[in-house]
């Protein structure tokens, strides 16, 4: 199975700042054929279900602010937060779903206010 | 509006067996794959199962394979979850997902989750 890990653990930005999340797959995502890398990106508020944010790496979902954005190619992937605002507080989980299932979780991102 | 309600959860006892259901709407049911994703109390994010949408193809977890087994019934636009010989380690919340295409892909839709705890 596909490991994948995020760093760091937590964070703590200041408002209007910008916050970098880490994730790195055991093996590549990417798929040659298309060119797609198979990552997404997740948010989880308190007491709420996950969000999908980011798609294919890159590909914001419908509705998600401009701040939010995915890069990263192959193993080694960042989700990045230009300018904080206090609604971002969450927690932030990379996916993979590379080819069948499992379709595995980082261990996740805890991003709070400084 | 596209939607993802699921029921079943509730306190079981170890070995016991329970039933999740996911009521889907909004959406062509069969066109996705689906599944179930757990949260254990205080913790990260777990894939369970996932069920193909041809009808063909389900996948589990190592950790719940041979335990749970999922079913869907897209004339009634329902996933299931059965849960055979529970353990404590099988408490959480347990959320239904919706697929964003139809060869898998990430989970775009989720319900609220069912609270599934098991203890004696």
Redesign the interface.
């Given at each position: 199975?596909i490991v994948m890990t995020q760093s760091p653990d937590s964070l703590a930005v200041s408002l209007g700042e910008r916050a970098t999340i880490n994730c790195k797959s055991s093996q590549s995502v990417l798929y040659r054929s298309n060119n797609k890398n198979y990552l997404?990106w997740?948010q989880?508020r308190p007491g709420q279900?996950?969000?999908?944010l980011i798609?294919?790496a890159s590909v914001r979902?419908s509705g998600v602010p401009d701040r939010f954005s995915g890069s990263g190619s192959g193993t080694d992937f960042t989700l990045t937060i230009s300018s904080l605002q206090a609604a971002d507080v969450a927690?932030y989980?990379c996916?993979q779903?590379y080819?069948?299932?499992?379709?595995?979780?980082?261990?996740?991102t805890k991003l709070e206010i400084k | 509006e596209v939607q993802l309600l699921e029921s079943g959860g509730g306190l079981v006892q170890p070995g016991g067996s329970l039933r999740l259901s996911c009521a889907a709407s909004g959406f062509t049911f069969s066109a996705y794959y689906m599944?179930w994703?757990r949260q254990a109390p205080g913790k990260?994010?777990?894939?369970v199962?996932?069920f193909s949408n041809s009808g063909e193809?389900t996948?589990y977890?190592?950790s719940v394979r041979g335990r749970f087994t999922i079913s869907r019934d897209n004339s009634e636009k329902m996933l299931y979850l059965q849960m055979n010989s529970l353990r404590a380690e099988d408490t959480a919340l347990y959320?239904c997902a919706k697929?964003?295409w139809n060869a898998?892909?990430?989970?775009?839709i989720?319900?609220?989750?069912t609270v599934v705890t098991v203890s004696s």
């Open positions: 199975d997404a997740y989880q279900p996950p969000k999908l798609s294919w979902e927690i989980y996916q779903h080819g069948s299932p499992p379709y595995t979780f980082g261990q996740g | 599944s994703v990260g994010l777990e894939w199962s996932s193809n996948y977890a190592d959320y697929s964003n898998g892909g990430a989970f775009d989720w319900g609220q989750g």
